[in-house]
T-cell receptor, first 115, second 112 residues
Framework: EAGVAQSPRYKIIEKRQSVAFWCNPISGHATLYWYQQILGQGPKLLIQFQNNGVVDDSQLPKDRFSAERLKGVDSTLKIQPAKLEDSAVYLC?????????????FGSGTRLTVV | GEDVEQSLFLSVREGDSSVINCTYTDSSSTYLYWYKQEPGAGLQLLTYIFSNMDMKQDQRLTVLLNKKDKHLSLRIADTQTGDSAIYFCAENDPGNTGKLIFGQGTTLQVKP
């Protein structure tokens, strides 16, 4: 089966600009996750979707970050305006369903550099 | 809150065994995981252990779980240069929604 697709792979923007990332999960996977991985740290969950509904967005900085999952398939994550501390790799993952016991598949990530 | 701690760096010689350690705080975690991340790549699930198990072996990988001390370890036998990567320990969140709590990662360097 095809893996989780993410684009772009790399993005460099200036602070205060906006940026959007795209994720296409594995076909049939109901649950989609966006994680932020700052250099030297483990990934941290930003938002979790179940189909097109939000399960957990408690760690999403809602003043600047937004995410949507239209029709319960593809998802976009947007940052507006970007700050220097947003420099990180943004990882998308999907699983068949939510809950423990369902394996994740991660995409290769989008590396964002804010200058 | 939940917290997962790992040592940052481990260096071994090719052919030796590697042991990567992790401590976690949430005793209600159902599963504990080991992920591998190679440069420029996403995370690859290596193995996982259910919380009612003490040990799991999968080819060159052995996972040991000490629930009393909340300690998890990953042993890689006959370490190869291709095993050089960052290894992350993770636990599932107490709400069992599927959210994972990751440690900061251990960089494994394998010298020829």
């Amino acid at each position: 089966e095809a893996g989780v697709a993410q684009s772009p792979r790399y993005k460099i923007i200036e602070k205060r600009q906006s940026v959007a990332f795209w994720c296409n999960p594995i076909s049939g996977h109901a649950t989609l996750y966006w994680y932020q991985q700052i250099l030297g740290q483990g990934p941290k969950l930003l938002i979790q979707f179940q189909n097109n509904g939000v399960v957990d967005d408690s760690q999403l900085p809602k003043d600047r970050f937004s995410a949507e999952r239209l029709k319960g398939v593809d998802s976009t994550l947007k940052i507006q305006p970007a700050k220097l501390e947003d420099s990180a790799v943004y990882l998308c993952a999907s699983s068949l369903d939510q809950g423990v016991g369902y394996g994740y598949t991660f995409g290769s990530g989008t590396r964002l550099t804010v200058v | 809150g939940e917290d997962v701690e790992q040592s940052l760096f481990l260096s071994v010689r090719e052919g030796d065994s590697s042991v990567i350690n992790c401590t976690y705080t949430d005793s209600s975690s159902t599963y504990l995981y080991w992920y591998k991340q190679e440069p420029g790549a996403g995370l690859q699930l290596l193995t996982y252990i259910f919380s009612n198990m003490d040990m799991k072996q999968d080819q060159r990988l052995t996972v040991l779980l000490n629930k009393k001390d909340k300690h998890l370890s990953l042993r890689i036998a006959d370490t190869q240069t291709g095993d050089s990567a960052i290894y992350f320990c993770a636990e599932n969140d107490p709400g069992n929604t599927g959210k994972l709590i990751f440690g900061q990662g251990t960089t494994l360097q394998v010298k020829p």
